[in-house]
């Protein structure tokens, strides 16, 4: 077949990733001619190697959305031009891919008679989930369809073109074009054919639902809405996408490097944490052979040491890492200085021994390290460093603070075979720049409010830097206690800056909203601006006590709800916010009796939430009368205005 293909570039940031170029090369491959429309200007490079992979670059206004810029490269081609094609293929920047040879699916769909077709299909939904009226019919997903010779010589296809008006949202583009292209032409007569198709997967969307089943079977597009999208959509579907990524590093030479540089440009680290489990439970043993390659590059310690009675138990666990390694460590006294070099020099492992005298100890252990070693770390003279200190939390009581303690130090250096599978987790993904802990919960209030204070901060210290990247909402994403294993590459933009002591809190004045807070809470998001994900890493133990106690808080909490679908408590549970946390009473106070009036007021309560969450054209349409049931009523708590 003789094949001409119309690729829109959504391009919201100028910029045509190594993704595009990729999958712009591996569509050469089966294809004569390429046309490029890009949804405005692209950088240099970027317009550079665009117009390498293709053979026409069309630059547009940003308006009309996809189905515009398909319009006007069908335009810039002519429809007389295209009738001389076998097919015409309209597709985007939304997936990456090719996971497997485009050839699979391009073989296959030969030896289907169809007058067009695409990679996957919708399937027809009773309810309009974008309308709440009428059906979404069945329809080819306008990512990647191809449309064959006899439908493209029609005159309805002409004016199919020529009649679209410009949209303005993606709903709307949805409604218009995405989900009635297919409805329209199979409506005309023409048959429609798709290469994963929803009646074979047992839902309405096998290229999102069923993503880990459609790559096994070789599909070979990745939707980027599955990384980034909200993980809330992925719990309730389900959606494996764990699964589908271990799938591709097992059976497809795609490099994942080209998924992870272009996800985090636009992702919320929280969720593409969640959505891609960016986290390994790892063994004490080394997962690889013992003569698997150790070429790790130079390794370091990297620790500030303010409690001398606490070294040997950190020196016992860096004696975990495999490899020769230096130790660099600083701290605030010359007394001090001199213990820590001698023990140092009893312990094998050890290639080079630092020790420096903090000037001040204003900042503690992130002023030591963003001034104090600069000079180590701002360069390339290491490859991978563990950041480590003396951490004894003298504020809280003592089991608390050792719990944290052993929470970091087992999960970063539990064994030498564990600290093996670190250390190669580094070498497998030259993606991860950053390794921590997961988040603490146990006996710590953090989840959900971990930001506490220090936001403003953050956010100033991101502009200092020219750190661009999205903040999650209530719980970033950072090596809380100040312990991880990084690349100082992928922290270049902290190391680079020249910190100053009077930037940080004077003592005893170590407090949230300070410059040492801030920074970390702001190294995650560092290594995300430079294209570095951050991997959270845990031994089994620690992994064991982590999840039990979660799942018993998270079980005894749904419990008190009044519901038992995580997206319904989410939706209640905003609502309540939003409205400033309304209650009958005081915390102290007793609830209001038991009453036909109250029990009414929490039904109207309840059905109101789940109306609006599920379908919100209906609760619009149900709003005066339960304005009426509110006016009867009269509760005196607030909550029924919520």
Same mark, same amino acid.
């Given at each position: 077949?003789?094949?001409?293909?119309?690729?829109?570039?959504?391009?919201?940031?100028?910029?045509?990733?190594?993704?595009?170029?990729?999958?712009?090369?591996?569509?050469?491959?089966?294809?004569?001619?390429?046309?490029?429309?890009?949804?405005?200007?692209?950088?240099?490079?970027?317009?550079?190697?665009?117009?390498?992979?293709?053979?026409?670059?069309?630059?547009?206004?940003?308006?009309?959305?996809?189905?515009?810029?398909?319009?006007?490269?069908?335009?810039?081609?002519?429809?007389?031009?295209?009738?001389?094609?076998?097919?015409?293929?309209?597709?985007?920047?939304?997936?990456?891919?090719?996971?497997?040879?485009?050839?699979? /699916?391009?073989?296959? /769909?030969?030896?289907?008679?169809?007058?067009?077709?695409?990679?996957?299909?919708?399937?027809?939904?009773?309810?309009?989930?974008?309308?709440?009226?009428?059906?979404?019919?069945? $329809?080819?997903?306008?990512?990647?369809?191809?449309?064959?010779?006899?439908?493209?010589?029609?005159?309805?296809?002409?004016?199919?073109?020529?009649?679209?008006?410009?949209?303005?949202?993606?709903?709307?583009?949805?409604?218009?074009?995405?989900?009635?292209?297919?409805?329209?032409?199979?409506?005309?007569?023409?048959?429609?054919?798709?290469?994963?198709?929803?009646?074979?997967?047992?839902?309405?969307?096998?290229?999102?639902?069923?993503?880990?089943?459609?790559?096994?079977?070789?599909?070979?597009?990745?939707?980027?809405?599955?990384?980034?999208?909200?993980?809330?959509?992925?719990?309730?579907?389900?959606?494996?996408?764990?699964?589908?990524? @271990?799938?591709?590093?097992?059976?497809?030479?795609? *490099?994942?490097?080209?998924?992870?540089?272009?996800?985090?440009?636009?992702?919320?680290?929280?969720?593409?944490?969640?959505?891609?489990?960016?986290?390994?439970?790892?063994?004490?043993?080394?997962?690889?052979?013992?003569?698997?390659?150790?070429?790790?590059?130079?390794?370091?310690?990297?620790?500030?040491?303010? !409690?001398?009675?606490?070294?040997?138990?950190?020196?016992?666990?860096?004696?975990?890492?495999?490899?020769?390694?230096?130790?660099?460590?600083?701290?605030?006294?010359?007394?001090?200085?001199?213990?820590?070099?001698?023990?140092?020099?009893?312990?094998?492992?050890?290639?080079?021994?630092?020790?420096?005298?903090?000037?001040?100890?204003?900042?503690?252990?992130?002023?030591?390290?963003?001034?104090?070693?600069?000079?180590?770390?701002?360069?390339?003279?290491?490859?991978?460093?563990?950041?480590?200190?003396?951490?004894?939390?003298?504020?809280?009581?003592?089991? @608390?603070?050792?719990?944290?303690?052993?929470?970091?130090?087992?999960?970063?250096?539990?064994?030498?075979?564990?600290?093996?599978?670190?250390?190669?987790?580094?070498?497998?993904?030259?993606?991860?720049?950053?390794?921590? &802990?997961?988040?603490?919960?146990?006996?710590?209030?953090? /989840?959900?409010?971990?930001?506490?204070?220090?936001?403003?901060?953050?956010?100033?210290?991101?502009?200092?830097?020219?750190?661009?990247?999205?903040?999650?909402?209530?719980?970033?994403?950072?090596?809380?206690?100040?312990?991880?294993?990084?690349?100082?590459?992928?922290?270049?933009?902290?190391?680079?800056?020249?910190?100053?002591?009077?930037?940080?809190?004077?003592?005893?004045?170590?407090?949230?909203?300070?410059?040492? $807070?801030?920074?970390?809470?702001?190294?995650?998001?560092?290594?995300?601006?430079?294209?570095?994900?951050?991997?959270?890493?845990?031994?089994? $133990?620690?992994?064991?006590?982590?999840?039990?106690?979660?799942?018993?808080?998270?079980?005894?909490?749904?419990?008190?709800?009044?519901?038992?679908?995580? &997206?319904? $408590?989410?939706? /209640?549970?905003?609502?309540?916010?939003?409205? *400033?946390?309304?209650?009958?009473?005081?915390? !102290?106070?007793?609830?209001?009796?038991?009453?036909?009036?109250?029990?009414?007021?929490?039904?109207?309560?309840?059905?109101?939430?789940?109306?609006?969450?599920?379908? &919100?054209?209906?609760?619009?349409?149900?709003?005066?009368?339960?304005?009426?049931?509110?006016?009867?009523?009269? &509760?005196?708590?607030?909550?029924?205005?919520?």
């Amino acid at each position: 077949m003789r094949r001409i293909a119309v690729f829109f570039l959504i391009n919201e940031r100028g910029v045509a990733d190594d993704y595009v170029i990729f999958l712009l090369e591996k569509l050469r491959e089966v294809v004569d001619k390429i046309v490029v429309v890009s949804n405005g200007d692209l950088s240099k490079p970027s317009e550079k190697a665009v117009k390498a992979s293709c053979d026409q670059l069309l630059v547009r206004e940003r308006e009309g959305l996809d189905l515009w810029g398909y319009k006007a490269g069908i335009e810039a081609i002519g429809h007389d031009a295209l009738s001389q094609y076998d097919e015409l293929i309209l597709l985007n920047d939304t997936c990456y891919g090719p996971l497997f040879p485009f050839s699979e /699916m391009f073989s296959e /769909m030969e030896g289907r008679e169809s007058d067009f077709w695409g990679a996957a299909a919708h399937k027809e939904i009773a309810a309009n989930p974008f309308t709440g009226a009428g059906y979404l019919p069945w $329809h080819l997903q306008t990512c990647f369809i191809a449309i064959r010779n006899d439908m493209l010589r029609s005159q309805t296809f002409k004016r199919y073109w020529a009649k679209l008006p410009e949209t303005k949202s993606d709903p709307d583009a949805f409604l218009i074009h995405a989900s009635q292209f297919t409805k329209h032409f199979t409506g005309l007569g023409y048959s429609a054919e798709a290469y994963i198709d929803p009646e074979k997967y047992g839902s309405h969307d096998p290229a999102f639902i069923n993503v880990d089943e459609a790559v096994i079977n070789r599909f070979p597009l990745l939707k980027r809405s599955l990384l980034l999208n909200e993980p809330t959509v992925l719990e309730h579907n389900p959606v494996d996408l764990p699964r589908a990524l @271990r799938v591709i590093e097992e059976t497809s030479d795609y *490099d994942m490097n080209l998924i992870w540089r272009d996800v985090l440009r636009d992702s919320e680290l929280r969720n593409l944490s969640t959505n891609a489990a960016l986290t390994s439970v790892l063994p004490n043993e080394r997962i690889k052979d013992d003569d698997a390659p150790t070429d790790y590059g130079k390794v370091a310690v990297c620790a500030h040491i303010y !409690y001398i009675d606490m070294l040997d138990e950190m020196l016992d666990l860096t004696e975990n890492i495999p490899v020769p390694y230096d130790f660099i460590a600083t701290t605030d006294t010359s007394e001090k200085q001199a213990k820590i070099e001698a023990l140092l020099a009893k312990r094998p492992g050890i290639n080079k021994a630092i020790v420096r005298i903090v000037e001040q100890n204003r900042g503690r252990d992130m002023s030591s390290l963003f001034i104090s070693l600069r000079d180590l770390l701002v360069d390339d003279r290491y490859d991978l460093v563990c950041r480590l200190h003396t951490k004894k939390s003298p504020q809280v009581q003592s089991s @608390r603070s050792n719990l944290f303690k052993r929470h970091l130090l087992e999960n970063l250096l539990n064994t030498r075979g564990y600290v093996h599978n670190v250390l190669d987790l580094f070498q497998d993904n030259a993606s991860i720049g950053l390794v921590i &802990p997961p988040l603490i919960h146990i006996s710590y209030p953090t /989840m959900g409010r971990v930001w506490f204070s220090n936001r403003p901060k953050v956010e100033e210290t991101a502009r200092l830097l020219n750190i661009d990247v999205k903040f999650d909402d209530t719980t970033p994403v950072a090596a809380y206690g100040t312990m991880f294993w990084f690349r100082p590459r992928a922290l270049r933009k902290l190391f680079e800056h020249q910190w100053k002591w009077e930037d940080f809190n004077a003592e005893p004045h170590h407090v949230d909203g300070g410059l040492a $807070h801030a920074l970390e809470r702001l190294t995650a998001y560092a290594a995300q601006d430079v294209g570095y994900i951050t991997q959270h890493i845990m031994c089994a $133990h620690q992994a064991a006590h982590n999840y039990a106690m979660l799942e018993f808080k998270m079980q005894k909490l749904v419990g008190m709800l009044p519901m038992n679908d995580f &997206p319904l $408590h989410y939706q /209640m549970l905003s609502t309540w916010k939003k409205a *400033d946390f309304p209650l009958y009473a005081p915390a !102290y106070a007793p609830a209001p009796p038991l009453s036909v009036k109250r029990s009414l007021a929490e039904l109207n309560f309840a059905t109101k939430s789940s109306l609006k969450f599920r379908v &919100p054209i209906l609760f619009k349409i149900l709003r005066p009368f339960y304005r009426c049931v509110r006016a009867v009523l009269k &509760p005196n708590s607030r909550r029924n205005s919520a």
